[in-house]
Every structure is written in C-alpha cells, then in structure tokens.
C-alpha cells in the first residue's frame, strides 16, 4: 500500500518560513519523480516544485528563488523548504509520486499552509 505523509505545515507570518517534508512507504522512492503541488480555496491544483529521481529541479515561477525543493533518498523523503513566505502562498500543499511510464500517481493528505500576519 503507497502511502505519503506531508508534515510540517502552520501559520507563519508574511516573510517568514517553513519547512514541509513527505514521507513515502510502498514504492522504490528512489526512481520516482516527486513533486509538490498546491490548491487555494477556490482555485486549481498547481504544481509548485518538482525533483526527478536524479536530482533535476524545476519551480513555478511565483516560488523561484524563495522555495527548494529536495529528496534524501535514504530516508524516502522528499522536503520543501519555504522562505520569503507571502500570503498568496497560503493553499493546502500536496505531495504527489508520478511515473508516466507507467501511469501510476500517488497523492498525500496535503498540509495546509496559511501566510498571514
């Protein structure tokens, strides 16, 4: 059974950061793309940040230069480290596992993050 765990969400305020890091049990984490997303109220789900099983990264645009994203293979842990934090980041954030190759896609419980003074 996959499953992904997300932690590390809260209130923070305007320019302030977190740390969020998801837990993966049930797949060989190491070859697996894995990515954050996120969904405001009201909104659709974005994709935030994305790492490849090698280590390549790319970010939406808004999030460049304030989050990073990282794996620690060992641990089956992928993080999302977020600074400069403003209130339109506030959404519920999600873990997500994708294979196109072979059409499987996990998603977490999601955290949900609120940039608020």
């Known amino acids: 059974q996959v499953q992904l765990v997300e932690s590390g969400g809260g209130l923070v305020q305007p320019g302030g950061s977190l740390r969020l890091s998801c837990a993966a049990s049930?797949?060989?984490?190491?070859?697996?793309?894995m990515a954050w997303y996120r969904q405001a109220p009201g909104k659709q789900r974005d994709l935030v940040a994305q790492i490849i099983s090698g280590g390549t990264t790319n970010y939406a645009d808004s999030v460049k230069g304030r989050f990073t994203i990282s794996r620690d293979n060992a641990k089956n842990t992928v993080y999302l480290q977020m600074s400069g934090l403003k209130p339109e980041d506030t959404a519920v954030y999600y873990c997500?596992?994708?294979?196109?190759?072979?059409?499987?896609?996990?998603w977490g419980q999601g955290t949900q993050v609120t940039v608020s003074s």
């Open positions: 997500n596992a994708a294979r196109v190759i072979t059409g499987e896609n996990y």
């Open positions: 049930g797949i060989r984490f190491s070859i697996y793309p």
